[in-house]
């Protein structure tokens, strides 16, 4: 890229301005947030009560408590009250242990209508803690495309209106040339971190945010993402073109622990574990989570064809030993925050671009994890790395969250092979599953906002909705094939043989992110959890522990993605106590505080019931909402039921069906009923577990017990209490 | 007759545990091999000998990505 970056400085025109004094940092937290209002173009700073701090922990937890106090029920995504809120975390920022750079971001979600949350590292969070502030609420839109730069050594936040002839609309431009416009010089652009989307974003419900940093040794800006949900869609509705930190001067004590020994002792542990272990088992420096996509082909998990099957012949195209060899770069310090050295980030480097407006570019590509890889590539019928790679680089750049556009491109593709859309509706795109340059031209048409991309962009729900109304599309069957819940496409597991991870997938909060549980192995291949009280019990447990880590600016990986050499003489492997005691330990260091495990999950216990009841407050939240498409739970078609014959006859027979003589229609009849039964039973164990009412809504007494028993909670859940 | 993870799987006189995670499919690195509550160290994987009625757990330390 080339481009004068002092003269593009001085055409951004100052709109607002605030000076401040810098807030230190202590013990985890500033105590102090930063809001922005865009319509008016005034700024406010304000307290971090310890009350917020016992309840909402940071995060994730400021986020929604923040939202909740900016929007009222009826309060649409693009309405200027929504806000976006980025926030750490208390252990947010430290260096010594690995995966401790993420923040969350909190809006109300174009897709859902109810809170999105996602973890995404990236120095955005960090520095903006360093730079005085917990968390920075955005609220209010702007009349035409701003930035907001945060000084934090200075101590000074502007917005400042990008000039009419600034050419740069997607993200990997973006992050460049704003790090080389607020960066000293070369040195100095570690300190800085950019927040933006990509025209794809503008034109679509599912647009997401890239969160950077600077790659020092490849001299280049990587990014990672906050993908679900729409939060970019959201940003770029406000008209914000960029976020941007710039803070000189992080340590190892920026932090202010209160006892930094007991991180140094923690993370002393875990490298020595990662360096040690980690080749022998996930190999998360060398591929990162792309070594999944073997792990799920041999399990039978890995979607393919919009999750009709869960493997094939052809995914041995996609393992992580192919992007090893042809696409990683190896031995490079591919950590997303200082001090990570689990280092899972991987990148392509050189990339020659074969599409789109940046055709024949050579770029670095911040690619590719499991779910894009699975997203884009087998559950597409697309076995193709290339492919996968230049999809990956096309998402970011616009802004288009690759799980959703796998999801949408995969459902568009069956709906295409079986005759309920032509290319009358496609605009002559042959959309069969395998087909690439058809896939990758809507991507393109995503980000341009034209053709078929403006359909495919509203979302596998609004599609659907969309084929029924204008196409006499059988709603019934459409809703089965579906992958979508609450209006959130489904990430990348086939979760048809796990009635444990069927409910972790439709009973979040969000929709269906496997954040919350991944409880596939525990009860489809361990079966460790048979009944429906133990199912019930890792679905209270387990999506408890893993809200934790966007409470506290952590990433989830260093958790289990690697697990010491003892652990599995340890009581409960599956919940890697170790690690368990390194996070209390931290926690405690961090904070001063003297926290136990159990109140791990008390702390997440409280946010994720408060973010439960905002989902009541949206109109949504109760058990309606809860009901999965009948593909993440069963065969839908005969093909589906035939590729697996041997297992559904051996189900059936096991439960005592009698299936002699029976067409497979009839026994995919019998087999539904009976999984919809027990997914029923399930949600009923869960709701009990969670002291929810059997429509799944907390009770007065579980909200008393968590202390968020505030007035307008108690107004609101009373109406629906038993 | 074993048990593997509470599935019956026919017995072979001279099976080893790796036999048994060949047969399963098993190819997830983050696993514990227990029998009949004893667990079996990695590295003895390829010349621990199952026994005609031994009940094997396989245990897979839960991921996602």
């Known amino acids: ?60 937890g400021f986020g929604l408590w923040y939202l909740w106090n900016a929007v009222k029920s009826t309060t649409k995504w693009n309405d200027p009250e929504n806000e976006i809120i980025i926030s750490s975390g208390p252990i947010g920022g430290i260096t010594q242990y690995p995966g401790a750079g993420k923040s969350a971001v909190v809006t109300l979600s174009p897709l859902t209508g109810c809170p999105i949350d996602c973890n995404v590292g990236g120095y955005f ?84 945010l890239n969160f950077s940093f600077y790659d020092v040794k490849r001299k280049a800006v990587r990014v990672k993402q906050a993908g679900r949900g729409g939060t970019g869609t959201v940003f770029r509705d406000k008209k914000i073109r960029a976020l941007i930190v710039k803070y000189k001067g992080v340590t190892g004590d920026s932090n202010a622990p209160a006892d930094k020994q007991k991180l140094i002792n923690a993370g002393l542990r875990l490298h020595r574990e990662i360096y040690e272990l980690d080749k022998l088992q996930n190999r998360m420096r060398e591929v990162g989570t792309a070594h999944l996509v073997e792990v799920m082909n041999d399990y039978d998990l890995l979607p393919v064809m919009n999750c009709q099957y869960g493997s094939h012949p052809d995914a041995v195209k996609l393992s ?134 403006k359909i495919a962009g509203m979302g596998v729900k609004r599609m659907r909705e969309y084929f029924v109304e204008k196409l006499g599309a059988d709603p019934k069957f459409l809703r089965d094939i579906s992958l979508e819940c609450k209006g959130l496409e489904y990430s990348h597991y086939v979760s048809k043989e796990s009635l444990a991870q069927q409910g972790g997938y439709a009973l979040t909060n969000k929709g269906p992110q496997h954040d919350e549980a991944w409880l596939i192995f525990m009860d489809m291949v361990n079966k460790q959890i048979p009944t429906f009280e133990d199912k019930a019990e890792a679905l209270h447990y387990f999506p408890l522990f893993r809200t934790w880590f966007s409470l506290n600016g952590l990433c989830k990986l260093p958790w289990n993605d690697i697990e010491p050499a003892d652990n599995a003489y ?48 949206m109109g949504y939240g109760t058990r309606e909402y809860d009901m999965p498409p009948y593909r993440s739970m069963g065969p839908v078609t005969i093909e589906e039921y035939e590729s697996r014959k041997e297992r559904y006859d051996k189900q059936l027979k096991d439960l005592g069906y009698d299936i002699e003589g029976k067409t497979t229609e009839e026994k995919l009849k019998m087999l539904r009923e009976y999984r919809e039964n027990q997914y029923q039973q399930l949600v009923d164990a869960v709701y009990k577990r969670r002291g929810w009412t059997k429509n799944g809504v907390p009770t007065i007494e579980k909200v008393k017990e968590l202390g968020i028993d505030f007035p307008e909670v108690i107004e609101l859940i009373s109406k629906y209490q038993d | 007759m074993i048990w593997v993870n509470k599935e019956e799987m026919e017995y072979e006189e001279g099976m080893t545990v790796e036999d048994v995670l060949k047969k399963k499919n098993y190819t997830y690195r983050l696993i514990t091999v227990i029998i009949n509550g004893e667990v079996i160290p990695r590295d003895k994987y390829s010349t621990h000998k199952i026994k005609d009625g031994d009940k094997i757990d396989v245990i897979h330390i839960m991921s996602g990505g």
């Open chain 1, 125 to 208: 969070g960090p520095l903006l803690k360093f730079s005085g502030f917990d968390a920075l609420e955005i609220q209010g839109k702007a009349e035409k495309d701003v930035i907001i730069f945060i000084d934090g050594n200075k101590g000074l936040v502007t917005i400042e209106e990008v000039p009419d002839n600034f050419e740069y609309y997607d993200t990997h431009q973006l992050a460049e040339v704003y790090t080389e416009m607020f960066a000293d010089d070369e040195f100095d652009k570690r300190n800085v971190s950019v927040v933006s989307s990509g025209r794809g974003a503008e034109n679509t419900l599912i647009g997401m």
């Open chain 1, 570 to 617: 340890q009581p409960e492997p599956n919940k890697v106590p170790e690690h368990v005691r390194n996070y209390v330990e931290i926690f405690n260091g961090v904070t001063g505080k003297n926290i136990t495990k159990e109140d791990i999950i008390k702390q997440s216990e409280r946010v994720y019931n408060f973010q439960r009841i905002f989902n009541l407050k």
């Open chain 1, 320 to 453: 992580s030993d192919v992007f090893k060899e042809k696409f990683f770069t190896q031995g490079m310090p591919d950590g997303c925050w200082y001090g990570c050295s689990m280092a899972c980030a991987k990148a392509v480097d050189n990339f020659e671009l074969k599409t789109g407006p940046y055709k024949g570019q050579k770029v670095v590509v911040d690619a590719a994890e499991y779910e894009t890889i699975a997203g884009v590539g087998s559950d597409c019928g697309i076995f193709d790395p290339e492919y996968v790679v230049e999809a990956n680089f096309y998402c970011d750049t616009y802004g288009i969250d690759t799980i959703s556009f796998g999801n949408i491109i995969a459902f568009a593709m069956e709906c295409y092979e079986r005759g309920i859309i032509d290319k009358e509706v496609t605009g002559g795109l042959e959309l069969k599953f395998g087909n690439k340059e058809a896939a990758l031209e809507v991507l393109h048409q995503m980000a341009r906002g034209e053709g078929f991309g």
């Open chain 1, 1 to 60: 890229m080339t481009a004068n970056v002092k003269e593009l400085r001085n055409a951004h025109k100052l709109l607002a301005k605030l000076e401040y004094q810098p807030f230190k940092v202590d013990k985890g937290y500033t105590n102090h947030s930063l809001y922005v209002n865009l319509t008016d173009k005034t700024f406010e700073i304000k307290p971090v009560t310890e009350q917020m701090k016992e309840i909402f922990i940071g995060g994730r």
